[in-house]
């Protein structure tokens, strides 16, 4: 089935510092994938829509200046955390849907997330 | 009024029980639901899709109330494995996600 990988799992960096986590579709194209954050024991939030070729779009108290977008491929999506600060620790996950299973009705496949960490 | 809501939880529950998860949505043109499972601190993965004329797969049966938007998950003869964070999702323009229910199932 439609894979997304997600890298790093894992990272841990000192505030001031910009970090850049990859989403990969492995074996479909995405136009689209989806930037998620999740703090704890809450819900996934969605940051931004990131269209391959075009600027993402944010959602409303997501600073685009913060959050760089980059979807240059129709498999590849980066999101860069820039001068992160603790504030920023948090889970961030990237979700995408195969196009090949229409857009209506086919559901999100999610990477592994990035669990980020700010000291 | 949130665009996904869920019964707040937690649901804890003894083995081989019956329980069940409801959600709302707000917005009368969303045109596809699913229910995701997330483990702790693991992403979501879907559990199932939920279709107009509901649909059942083996323990779990989803069920959708357009008139009244709301969606259900009825898990049957719950296992320790169920237990999770059992979200709702809901797309009209996009996917909006529930605040999730939280699930532990006890021996």
């Known amino acids: 089935g439609a894979v997304v990988s997600q890298h790093p799992s894992r990272v841990i960096c000192k505030s001031g510092t910009s970090v850049k986590i990859e989403c990969r579709s492995l074996?479909?194209?995405?136009?689209?994938m989806f930037w998620y954050r999740q703090f704890p024991k809450q819900s996934l939030m969605l940051m931004a829509t990131?269209?391959?070729?075009?600027?993402?779009?944010?959602e409303q108290g997501v600073e685009k200046d913060k959050f760089l977008i980059n979807h240059a491929s129709l498999t590849l999506s980066t999101l860069t955390v820039t001068s992160a600060h603790p504030e920023d620790s948090s889970f961030y996950i990237c979700?995408?849907?195969?196009?090949?299973?229409?857009?209506?009705?086919?559901?999100?496949?999610f990477g592994n997330g990035t669990r980020l960490t700010v000291t | 009024r949130k665009e996904v809501e869920q019964d707040p939880g937690p649901f804890n529950v003894p083995e081989g029980a019956t329980v069940a998860f409801n959600c709302t949505y707000s917005?009368?043109?969303?045109?596809?639901f699913f229910w995701y499972r997330q483990d702790c601190r693991k992403e979501p993965k879907l559990l199932m899709s939920v279709y107009s004329s509901g649909n059942e797969d083996g323990r779990f049966t989803a069920q959708l109330n357009r008139a009244s938007q709301y969606i259900s998950l009825l898990i049957r003869d719950s296992k320790l494995s169920d237990s999770a964070t059992y979200l709702c999702?809901?797309?009209?323009?996009?996917?909006?996600f529930g605040a999730g229910t939280r699930l532990t199932v006890k021996p």
């Open positions: 979700s995408a849907r195969d196009p090949v299973q229409g857009a209506t009705y086919s559901p999100l496949h």
């Open positions: 917005n009368s043109a969303s045109q596809s």
């Open positions: 999702v809901v797309k009209a323009n996009d996917m909006r």
């Open positions: 074996d479909f194209q995405a136009t689209t």
């Open positions: 990131s269209n391959e070729g075009s600027k993402a779009t944010y």
